[in-house]
Nanobody, 125 residues
Framework: QVQLVESGGGLVQAGGSLRLSCAGSGRTFSSYAMGWFRQASGKEREFVAAISGWRGGSTYYADSVRGRFAISRDNAKSTVYLQMNTLKAEDTAVYYC?????????????????WGQGTQVTVSS
């Protein structure tokens, strides 16, 4: 069982930056692949970024954020991060952290087993 708590959301102007954090519980946190997803009002939840388990040597990004966002993990702190740069109004959404009971990354919502409660990111234009 893994519990996830996101933080770091807020209001930022277009072109600005935010760093989201996701603190996890459980002794096996390092073995989980981790992902970030987002859901804008009235839209389906969509994939943002993922990082593989253990050393996090594999990362994967949605086309819409590649080159602007960076995912990383610190297993000693059981935390995964999402650094978001050059934010755009269309990045506005609730951002969710998720854990997958496998080492390999995935972009599919249904392949993640545990979810946080979400944190709101609002980008003003």
């Amino acid at each position: 069982q893994v519990q996830l708590v996101e933080s770091g959301g807020g209001l930022v102007q277009a072109g600005g930056s935010l760093r989201l954090s996701c603190a996890g519980s459980g002794r096996t946190f390092s073995s989980y692949a981790m992902g970030w997803f987002r859901q804008a009002s009235g839209k389906e939840r969509e994939f943002v970024a993922a990082i593989s388990g253990w050393r996090g040597g594999s990362t994967y990004y949605a086309d819409s954020v590649r080159g602007r966002f960076a995912i990383s993990r610190d297993n000693a702190k059981s935390t995964v991060y999402l650094q978001m740069n050059t934010l755009k109004a269309e990045d506005t959404a609730v951002y969710y952290c998720a854990a997958r009971s496998m080492v390999a990354v995935s972009s599919r919502v249904h392949e993640y087993d545990y979810w946080g409660q979400g944190t709101q990111v609002t980008v003003s234009s």
